[in-house]
Nanobody, 121 residues
Framework: QVQLVESGGGLVQPGGSLRLSCAAS????????MGWYRQAPGKERELVATITSSGTTNYADSVKGRFTISRDNAKNTVYLQMNSLKPEDTAVYYCNADIVTFSTFVFHAYWGQGTQVTVSS
């Protein structure tokens, strides 16, 4: 079994910052790409940022220059530093990871439960 547990969401004023964390645990053999997605009310889930196991990153145009994704492979954890937050960043943020477990030996995409980020004055 694998679990992704997110933390760090909350309410912040426009222009503020938040740092999200997502820790993977369980019978993990290997983690490939990790990433963050978000879903605003009435909208489809969209990619925010991804990072490969070697550190190559990819960002949605809407967050480039404001958000930074990073990971600690020793801790099986991915982070999202969000700066200069805007009201349109309000959404539930989900962690995603491609993980090989000791039971399956194939990559499978796992999702966290989501953490709410609200940007409002």
């Amino acid at each position: 079994q694998v679990q992704l547990v997110e933390s760090g969401g909350g309410l912040v004023q426009p222009g503020g910052s938040l740092r999200l964390s997502c820790a993977a645990s369980g019978s993990i053999l290997r983690i490939d790409a990790m990433g963050w997605y978000r879903q605003a009310p009435g909208k489809e889930r969209e990619l925010v940022a991804t990072i490969t196991s070697s550190g190559t990153t990819n960002y949605a145009d809407s967050v480039k220059g404001r958000f930074t994704i990073s990971r600690d492979n020793a801790k099986n954890t991915v982070y999202l530093q969000m700066n200069s937050l805007k009201p349109e960043d309000t959404a539930v943020y989900y962690c995603n990871a491609d993980i090989v477990t000791f039971s399956t030996f194939v990559f499978h995409a796992y999702w966290g439960q989501g953490t709410q980020v609200t940007v409002s004055s």
